[in-house]
């Protein structure tokens, strides 16, 4: 189960919910070392190193809804309000 699982309603065409989920990877990626890959519709991703070492996640892409559900390590969980707080941000510029 995920340690967070945020779903997010979109209006955007199917392939423009993608592009942005996309350009929301690479940012992450630049930031935390994320590294992601699609497999269908949806993102992979998996941070092997640095500050977010062994967080792990999704983002789901949906005709009508963009779904992000991220799996924290342990000693990351104490953050959770605050990754939470910042994916419903970006999302929220996104889409």
Known sequence: ?????????????????????????????????????WEGDHIRFETPSGAAKGTTGTVEVSDSSVRVQIDLPFLLRVLKGKVESKVNEKLAELL
């Open 1 to 37: 189960m995920a340690t967070i699982d945020i779903r997010r309603p979109h209006a955007l065409a199917k392939e423009e919910a993608k592009k942005r989920a996309e350009e929301l990877a690479k940012s992450m990626e630049a930031k935390l070392g994320l590294q992601w890959r």
